[in-house]
């Protein structure tokens, strides 16, 4: 079982960048999956998330209006779009599958970082 988020990359300040969450060895529609992220010397934090069905999206405060969480369960990904990006933003991301019931997050992607310069 794998999650692979997409790379990230450098921006300037009000720009935009997609990350993208793939799974292997799992269906995602049996997940919801979440965002999280963790800036230098802060506690990671989450970000957003999204139903197993895609019917419901949580996002934390300082990024509604933002960015935006949506699924492709055919391609068995989910998507994190990230406007009018800010230094605030700058940290690594990750993404997680829970299990749908579950309060746990089961499984993990790799950290891909995401630098805003202002």
């Known amino acids: 079982v794998q999650l692979q988020a997409s790379e990230g990359g450098l921006v300037q300040a009000g720009g935009l960048l997609r990350l993208s969450c793939a799974a292997s060895?799992?269906?995602?529609?049996?997940?919801?999956i979440g965002w999280f992220r963790q800036a230098p010397g802060k506690e990671r934090e989450g970000v957003s998330c999204?139903?197993?069905?895609?019917?419901?999206?949580h996002y934390t405060r300082s990024v509604k209006g933002r960015f935006t969480i949506s699924r492709d369960n055919a391609k068995n990904m989910v998507l994190l779009q990230m406007n009018g990006l800010t230094s605030e933003d700058t940290a690594v991301y990750y993404c997680?599958?829970?299990?749908?019931?579950?309060?746990?997050?089961?499984?993990w992607g790799q950290g891909t970082l995401v630098t805003v310069s202002s």
């Open positions: 997680g599958a829970k299990r749908r019931g579950e309060h746990e997050y089961e499984y």
């Open positions: 999204i139903s197993s069905s895609g019917g419901t999206t």
């Open positions: 060895g799992l269906t995602l529609d049996d997940y919801a």
